[in-house]
């Protein structure tokens, strides 16, 4: 590479842009339109090519090879062969194609291999090979006759194209090796919808196709006289093929105008969207700008070769830095990749003549890149230890001592004067509503262990504060037009209800209208509106919320301004059908309906910058602020989405389209259930028969199984991406479907020092799988709680899909086993969680749901917690279940023993608390405090309105 100042700023540029895109690029909104998104940043990249076409002579080489006298001697030997004249639409036609095979790769990507990119360099070494012309060697010393041969020798290694491809095939074949080491995560390639093989064809050929775009790019540019001929060739070529994209683009279009697709205009998506086009063009403006003036002076060999080292060495560092841990157990196969791309690399300087690699020289790059060697030995010796004490051991100890303390902070009072004190003191201030002397006797009466904690019931109704009463009132008369709304009115001490026209809908009413009636005397007169589906809809952005929030946090519940009260009226996505079919169904797409979650997390959060695409790899980094290591620690963190990106991709929820109106305004509905993201109210909306009374079979008497069962009436819509993508779908794959290249890691026993320790180990998933006793599937019956219904014809669609891909597995009493695992629907919590909890049964919950109840349960004391990507799923089994005397595992035998004394202890605690503080009493209890804090806050005269004691 040149030494002047210039070239080195170009490198420099280069490389920042470089880093900068491989370290943003997962998390993009761009990737939801990829042809419009291509077009833009096509157009932005031609259009900024251009524009630095104008500041020409402040860029590196402004004077152009042809301008200098060496060139006109014909002396520079770098200039490649002159272009044919097809060059440019060539190029033109090949970028238009290659971009069309990106979004082939990406929409298959958990089929893709990792690593493949990292050949780009070989294919451009493989060029300059078969295109080599050995350059005039001018010297003003006289020839040495009698020369070193050894010299001679070592010059020709060098120097030989041999070393160089040779060189160039050991550092990629460093960085490719990488994509072993990466952990994958459990979105799995489906036989049935995917094609694994074409996908690997086409990521070849996209690299063989970026090897032809480059090499005629260069030629192209390379004889441009001047930097500013160069770059206007540049722009031009960009535009030119921004216009061919967006051809396609609006062929797409147009031949999708009868299909579903979002044009509602919601708030925040268009702006998410320009932003992150604008930003990313930017960047790849820079580095294909700063990419071009490098080749020209070079070739483009160089910065490919240095753009695939970096990536090689920054993976190849974090890689060192796990070691120990779970997602990388040994540390040989980290420090034998750090090592091959390090040699390759500096082999590589030595015959492309690099004497500078951007800013270093080549001596200090190779001192630099030993000393890393060096120490990622010593990182490796220190982290690379047995675990003393298994972290499960850990996570039961400290939560059960933190569910004493929550218990002592929920039930602090014990007299009314007490109760009014510990309210004014959680509330800053703030009176408790009227009457709460008469929840507080009815609490007291139905031996309510709680009654000073209902932490769900403020966060819920905190943005209220933040509007008017007028404002809620006239949210609700949107509501009452609706569908599946169902409205329950208190009046004069009486409760009543509408009547739906759906025979379950009433049901539910019905049910709600039993648990209120005993306390509805104590209530003011309010309407509210609940939402008759299981899925919540109101989902509002994160700015707003924020605003309504604060207001309502101020201690005189200052209202906003004016500006807030007017708000675009929502306006729902109606599906294109026949004239003859009448009602319209609502329909927001997955795609948008992600696009709105991240939204509503807060600006700087991991999710807002958009939601990650690879789904083929592990997301270590969403994980780790709530685990402990490979299990799950923090399960109220757990359940907020913002810090998870990847979460978006991995579960029904977010992968099936939203079949309802969905609101970004703030609206008074009440809910069954939600994720964080939502705003609706929770309301204890539970059938009656989840807390029947029944006489369950003892722990010990159980089977010692681990079983999830799934009625194929409750699997919902099944889309491309949710098959393979789903909660339940990936759990099925990963227990019974899983293929020889899948991988698990696992904490197993080893004997030291006489001890039991463990260690992390890379674990094939079907090696894996035999050991434990899982029972896991969907099943054909109504609902697999219920085994006295029979299998039922599989005939819809959605049905034979999953049938295809998974089977169905024999009907089980669920409840029969010890470990029953717990996984949530399409569009809720698992229904028969409470169910579990009393059934001397060890609940295994994977969930992203919050309902009434969420916050009195603590997670390794009441239930056991798993992450619903999985990854802990064994590890977690293995703890409870034990592996000693089950099989091998790894070639060798397992010394670990059963916890059984844990899961006895978690079912019995589960158990217990369920009957304390989940019981239908309970639920009637947060019932009665969260209609007597909603009719304050809907009250025109709230600010005066609490209870006070009298004097």
């Not at 063009?281 to 070079?298: E, H, K, N």
């Not at 091959?340 to 001192?367: C, D, E, P, Q």
């Not at 681990?706 to 009625?711: H, L």
């Not at 949530?824 to 309902?851: K, M, Q, T, Y």
Request: proline share 6%.
């Amino acid at each position: 590479m040149a030494r002047d100042g210039g070239s080195r700023l170009t490198a420099v540029c280069f490389l920042a842009s470089y880093i900068w895109l491989s370290c943003s690029l997962q998390r993009h909104s761009l990737i939801d339109q990829p042809r419009l998104s291509s077009f833009l940043l096509l157009f932005i990249s031609g259009a900024a090519a251009f524009g630095a076409s104008l500041f020409s002579k402040w860029l590196p080489g402004a004077d152009g090879r042809f301008d200098s006298e060496a060139a006109l001697k014909g002396m520079q030997s770098s200039i490649p062969h002159r272009p044919r004249r097809f060059y440019v639409p060539c190029i033109i036609l090949l970028i238009v194609f290659r971009l069309e095979i990106v979004h082939t790769v990406v929409q298959d990507f958990q089929c893709s291999v990792e690593g493949i990119e990292a050949f780009l360099p070989v294919l451009l070494a493989a060029h300059e090979f078969f295109s080599h012309r050995t350059p005039p060697v001018v010297s003003d010393e006289p020839e040495d006759m009698w020369g070193d041969p050894l010299e001679d020798f070592k010059e020709w290694l060098i120097s030989s194209p041999i070393t160089l491809l040779f060189s160039t095939v050991l550092f990629s074949y460093g960085v490719f090796m990488l994509g072993d080491l990466t952990p994958r995560s459990t979105y799995f390639c489906s036989t049935l919808m995917n094609k694994s093989s074409y996908t690997v064809l086409m990521q070849c050929l996209g690299v063989l196709i970026d090897a032809i775009i480059l090499v005629m790019l260069w030629r192209v540019l390379s004889w441009a006289r001047t930097t500013r001929s160069r770059l206007r060739t540049l722009g031009g070529i960009l535009i030119l093929a921004s216009i061919g994209v967006s051809a396609l683009w609006l062929e797409t279009r147009i031949s999708r105008h009868r299909e579903i697709i979002g044009h509602h205009p919601f708030k925040g998506i268009g702006s998410l969207y320009l932003f992150d086009v604008f930003s990313t063009g930017l960047l790849v403006s820079t580095l294909i700008i700063s990419t071009v003036l490098w080749a020209c002076d070079s070739t483009m060999l160089e910065p490919t070769a240095i753009a695939t080292f970096t990536s090689g060495m920054m993976g190849s560092i974090q890689n060192v830095l796990l070691i120990g841990t779970y997602l990388q157990p040994t540390f040989g196969p980290p420090l034998t990749v750090l090592s091959v791309i390090s040699a390759g690399f500096i082999m590589f300087t030595y015959a492309n003549n690099m004497r500078w690699i951007v800013v270093f020289k080549r001596v200090f790059l190779m001192g630099l890149l030993i000393s890393i060697i060096f120490a990622s030995g010593i990182v490796a010796l220190v982290k690379h230890k047995l675990v003393e004490r298994h972290p499960v051991d850990d996570l039961v100890y400290r939560n059960r001592v933190e569910a004493d303390r929550w218990l002592r902070h929920a039930s602090i009072s014990t007299t009314l004067k007490l109760a009014v004190a510990e309210y004014k003191d959680r509330h800053n201030g703030r009176d408790p509503p009227p009457n709460f002397d008469k929840w507080f006797e009815y609490a007291r009466k139905q031996n309510s262990v709680v009654i000073d904690r209902f932490d769900q019931i403020e966060k819920d109704l905190l943005p209220f504060w933040g509007m008017t009463p007028q404002q809620i009132h006239n949210g609700f008369e949107r509501l009452k037009g609706l569908p599946d709304i169902g409205i329950i009115t208190i009046a004069n001490g009486k409760a009543s209800r509408n009547r739906p026209t759906d025979g379950d809908q009433e049901t539910v009413l019905e049910s709600l209208l039993w648990l209120i009636t005993p306390f509805a005397e104590h209530l003011p007169d309010m309407s509210v509106a609940i939402n008759m589906n299981e899925r919540p809809r109101i989902l509002v952005p994160w700015d707003d919320i924020h605003r309504l929030t604060m207001a309502g946090s101020q201690s005189r519940f200052q209202l906003l301004p004016n500006r807030l009260r007017t708000r675009r009226e929502d306006v729902t996505i109606s599906v294109e059908s026949n004239p003859m079919d009448t009602p319209k169904a609502t329909y927001v797409s997955a795609k948008k309906f992600r696009q709105l979650e991240a939204l509503a997390c807060p600006p700087g959060s991991a999710a807002r910058g958009g939601v990650q695409w690879d789904v083929r790899d592990f997301c270590a980094s969403c994980v780790k602020p709530h685990s402990k290591g490979q299990f799950l620690e923090d399960w109220e963190m757990f359940l907020d989405p913002c810090h998870q990106p990847d979460i978006f991709n991995l579960h029904d929820f977010h992968t099936t389209p939203h079949l309802g109106d969905l609101h970004q305004d703030l609206l008074p509905l009440f809910s069954r259930s939600k994720t964080d993201s939502f705003s609706d109210i929770i309301m204890p909306m539970h059938d009656i028969w989840a807390f029947l009374e029944t006489e369950w079979t003892s722990f010990d008497k159980k089977k010692d199984i681990v079983v999830w069962q799934e009625s194929i009436r409750e699997v919902g819509v099944v889309t491309p991406q949710s098959l393979v993508g789903g909660q339940r779908n990936r759990l099925a794959h990963l227990v019974n479907n899983a293929s020889a290249a899948d991988e698990v890691s696992m904490l197993l026993g080893v004997q030291s020092d006489g001890k039991t320790k463990f260690q992390y180990e890379k674990t094939p998933t079907q090696g894996a799988n035999g050991p434990l006793p899982f029972e896991c599937g969907f099943t054909n019956a109504d609902h697999p709680t219920n085994t006295l219904l029979k299998a039922q014809p599989c005939e819809d669609a959605n049905c034979q899909l999953v049938h295809q891909e998974f089977g169905f597995k024999e009907l089980r009493k669920v409840l029969d086993h010890r470990y029953v695992l717990l996984v949530d629907g399409a569009d809720g919590g698992p229904h028969h969680f409470l169910p579990a909890l009393r059934s001397n049964s060890v609940p295994v919950l994977s969930s992203i749901f919050r309902e009434w109840y969420t916050e009195r349960l603590l997670p390794w004391v009441h239930f056991v917690p798993i992450d619903p990507r999985y990854h802990a799923l064994h590890s977690t089994m293995a703890y409870f279940i034990g592996l000693k005397n089950r099989g091998t595992i790894n070639g060798r035998s397992q010394i670990t023993t059963a916890r059984l004394e844990d899961a006895r202890w978690i079912a019995d605690e589960g158990r217990k608390w369920a009957n304390k503080a989940i019981r239908k009493e309970d639920m009637a209890v947060y019932m009665f405090r969260l209609l007597l804090e909603w009719g304050r806050v809907i009250n025109e005269d709230r600010d005066n309105l609490g209870f006070k004691l009298p004097e």
